[in-house]
């Protein structure tokens, strides 16, 4: 049992990449990895006022979306979109804990309506005035993996271009020590049921028993296993090698997921 | 749609264990709240805790996954039989052909709540009992229960706030149309923990009462906790007469405010006329509602408003949270066995705790329990970050 789609649009951030057309660059082997601190955008999406109560996992989800979506040649607030993240906003969870934590327990509004994990949904839907269904996801280290089968699942059944978002970024001590999340990444994906200017691949993915695939080049190796939302990487490679052929993503302890790339010519 | 049948279905909430102790509840119009005594909690406020939770014993080779979430979700899989309806199933499908979507607000974070007060006075580290994946992570009450069940199908949490686990069911609706797999275990889990009672509170949403939906001088919700299953697979071609099915899923983004629903209920209003949409059904077609209906001023209005515009002012609704509580993650799949038990019994529970119905609110809301044959209900669930979902659940003639 196979779904497919195109991948209409794409967008990369995490440490040492800025964005899709940088990170196919040196995934491809045409440039060479140099790792740096992910640098995060301020959401111009956003009204000034929200863009002061947003943290770093919202502006790293948004970043990502509104590059994937500047590529597609759809309107934004049209797609439907799957958001997958392992945590939600790390630093926004420990501040509330620790206020929770002492004999006085007084906790900011913002920060407890922040918390939700849908809160980069909610901005994203709010600054793009995206009304269709949106869904919200979190597999711990399978949350790429299980947001990409969903996302296929929803634009193979429902017939509908749709957004896909996967990001996670660290978490202060002394959570840090039990989730040690090393810094942000994410990756977007705009998926279309058929082949559109934007396109650049077709995309086909089915449930495996195969051991999952790593990769060679190190740097990329410890990246993808540093960040669920890196579990994409694999599949990034494939995008940016703009070859055709197959990787098996890591997804669960008893399953994988077999992707196949063909680019759209 | 494709219609799915519910094979079996469970809750546990503060009205009862079981789906026979939740409906003698709802009968009995008996409320589970009470003034909140939650651990060390100290707020004016009313709770819906579920009795036991504590004394629930996880099996030893899950023990990484203990947590007062993981607890619940143990107590709920063994009512009404469902655990063995699941064990039945995956013997029937095999264990990949069964997925677990669940939705959970929360998860266990009450767990990390108590470690913070457990930190090490030297270098503030987290006790070395701390299991971040079992217990924090939105996943864990997830895998927990596909470890529990033998499982091996996709698994993943939903996290859309109150509406995490109405949106569950289109999930598992989709893989199941995708053909990946035969059936799911779909559901929602929440439990009581600070982050959410102190939460509502410091945005002024929740109140000192019991809550009071749609009356006149409503002022907020009361928090419950809940863990609500259903086994869903293909429904026949000619279901057995009584059977309860899954007609239609509708969902929208409201794409207006984080905390604060759309004030005229657009979102609302759309998701409820995808639902008709997709179970390929009138308004005229529902029977019943049973309302979001959380008891803030503003979320019954818009709901109300939404509710009109669709269905027009005489359709009986009403909302269960002034028995159960709002039980957040769980509330959808709670409301949705709630809607099921209504549809099999002919039985609309009025609301209670609500003494006079808003006048501003113009549709019509039961305030005492009505019994009718029902053929088909609709079931709403809203959340933070605008994301609304609606459930048709109908019988079989």
């Known amino acids: 049992m196979s779904l497919s789609a195109y991948v209409s649009g794409l967008g990369v951030l995490g440490p040492g990449l ?33 863009r002061r109560r947003v943290g770093r996992t919202v502006k790293l989800a948004l970043a990502v979306a509104l590059e994937a979506t500047s590529h597609a040649d759809l309107e934004s607030a049209t797609l439907a979109s799957v958001f997958t993240s392992s945590g939600g906003d790390g630093h926004n969870c420990h501040e509330l804990c620790q206020a929770l934590s002492l004999s006085v327990r007084e906790i900011s509004p913002t920060r407890f309506a922040n918390s939700v994990h849908n809160a980069a949904a909610g901005y994203w839907s709010i600054g793009a005035g995206a009304t269709a269904a949106s869904n919200v996801l979190c597999a711990h280290d399978a949350s790429f993996t299980a947001g990409l089968l969903e996302a296929m699942t929803q634009v193979a059944v429902d017939n509908t271009p749709l957004l896909l978002v996967a990001y996670d970024s660290e978490y202060p001590q002394p959570l840090h020590a039990k989730r040690p999340i090393p810094d942000a990444f994410g990756t977007a994906l705009v998926l279309t049921p058929e082949r559109r200017p934007s396109s650049v691949a077709k995309l086909e ?21 540093a960040f669920p939302s890196a579990r994409a990487l694999p599949l990034l490679r494939l995008l940016a090698m703009r070859a055709g052929g197959g990787a098996v993503l890591e997804y669960l302890d008893v399953s994988g997921l077999q992707v ?4 759209c010519a | ?87 039945q199933a995956a013997e029937r499908f095999g264990p990949r052909r069964i997925g677990v979507f669940l939705g959970t607000s929360t998860a266990g974070i009450l767990q990390t709540e108590l470690a913070y007060r457990e930190r090490d006075p030297a270098n503030g580290a987290l006790p070395a009992s701390f299991e971040y994946a079992g217990t924090h992570n939105s996943f864990s009450v997830v895998d927990y229960v596909r470890r529990r069940c033998r499982l091996q199908g996709p698994a993943v949490a939903v ?79 000619v279901p057995e007469p009584g059977s309860v099915l899954l007609l239609g899923i509708g969902e929208s983004s409201d794409a207006y405010h984080m905390s604060a629903p759309h004030p005229e209920g657009l979102g609302a209003r759309r998701a409820m006329q995808a639902a008709l949409a997709s179970a390929g059904l009138e308004a005229a077609d529902i029977d019943y509602i049973n309302l979001h209906g959380t008891g803030t001023p503003s979320n019954d209005r818009s709901e109300s408003q939404a509710v009109a515009e669709v269905f027009g002012t005489q359709t009986p609704c009403s909302s269960t949270k002034g028995a159960t509580g709002h039980t957040l993650g769980a509330a959808g799949a709670l409301e949705a066995v709630i809607s099921v038990l209504a549809v099999k019994h002919g039985f609309m529970p009025g609301g209670v705790h609500t003494a006079n119905i808003d006048p501003a609110l113009a549709i019509h809301y039961l305030k005492d329990n009505r ?7 609709l079931s709403n669930s809203f959340g933070f970050g605008g994301a609304n979902c609606s459930l048709i659940f109908g019988r079989a003639e």
């Open chain 2, 371 to 377: 019994h009718a044959p029902l053929m088909r209900v």
């Open chain 2, 1 to 87: 749609m494709r219609s799915l049948l519910l094979k079996k279905f469970t809750a546990a909430s503060c009205i009862g264990s079981g789906a026979a102790a939740t409906l003698q509840s709802l009968l009995d119009k008996r409320s589970g709240l009470k003034s909140c005594d939650f651990e060390t909690v100290d707020i004016d406020t009313h709770i819906g805790e579920v009795p036991g939770v504590d004394q629930v014993r996880l099996p030893e080779q899950l023990a990484k996954f203990d947590c007062r979430n993981n607890r619940l979700a143990e107590l709920a899989l063994h009512q009404d039989e469902f655990f063995d309806a699941v064990l």
């Open chain 1, 205 to 225: 993915v089915s449930l495996t028993d195969l051991p999952f695939d790593r990769l060679q080049d190190a740097d990329f190796e410890n990246m993808r296993h």
């Open chain 2, 159 to 237: 996290c859309c706030a109150c509406a995490s686990s109405a949106k569950a069911f289109g999930s598992a609706w989709r893989m199941i149309e995708a053909g990946l797999i035969d059936a799911a275990v779909v559901g929602g889990v929440d439990s009581l923990c600070l982050t959410t009672l102190y939460g509502f509170q410091s945005l002024q949403l929740s109140s000192t009462e019991p809550c009071r939906p749609f009356d006149v001088a409503r002022d907020g919700i009361s928090i419950g906790e809940a863990a609500a299953f259903a086994l869903l697979e293909r429904a026949p071609t």
């Open chain 1, 18 to 50: 800025a964005n899709w057309p940088e990170a196919a660059a040196v995934l491809s082997g045409r440039q060479a990895y140099r790792a740096a601190a992910s640098v995060l955008p301020t959401p111009t999406l956003l009204a000034s006022a929200e």
């Open chain 1, 260 to 263: 196949r790339v063909e680019p």
